[in-house]
């Protein structure tokens, strides 16, 4: 397999979603706690303006999901966007699913008027590094910081 479908998420894909979010976290070590992952997806499900939800899909399978969310950036003229999380589950992985969603996200930016896209990446995922170097994505040098707010 080397390309998925896409299918833009709806709220009667919560609980598809809820469950590949906790695989997500779970490869990645992340804390998961659905009331605040439910809470977040309904949100962004219902809001345009925050980004947009798709599910990978092989055939009729969902296989994955991809999150693109949306900011605003002088040094990157405009509108931009964040592949927020990506997940495909691992028995499609290394099959070129991966490729086929960021040139999905890539082909769906210009149309939703983003100037420049951004993503996260563990450092010890490499990867997934590699994936995103060989479609045109840069190591700008520099540390993504957080600071929470809200607790």
Not at 13 to 37: A, G, H, N, P, R
Request: charged share 25%; hydrophobic share 40%.
């Amino acid at each position: 397999m080397t390309e998925g479908n896409f299918k833009i998420a709806e709220k009667s894909d919560t609980e598809t979603l809820v469950e590949f979010i906790q695989e997500f976290y779970e490869f990645e070590q992340l804390k998961f706690d659905e009331s605040i992952v439910r809470t977040a997806l309904a949100n962004i499900l219902h809001d345009d303006s925050l980004g947009r939800v798709w599910l990978i899909q092989h055939g009729d399978e969902a296989i994955g999901y991809v999150v693109l969310t949306f900011g605003y950036s002088l040094e990157f003229r405009g509108r931009d966007a964040f592949i927020d999380e990506l997940y495909i589950r691992e028995s499609y992985r290394g099959q070129g699913v991966g490729m086929s969603v960021i040139q999905f996200i890539e082909t769906v930016c210009p149309s939703l008027g983003i100037q420049a896209l951004h993503l996260e990446v563990e450092q010890k995922n490499t990867a997934a590094q590699n994936l995103y170097r060989k479609v045109g994505f840069k190591d700008h040098d520099r540390y993504l910081m957080t600071k929470w707010i809200a607790n």
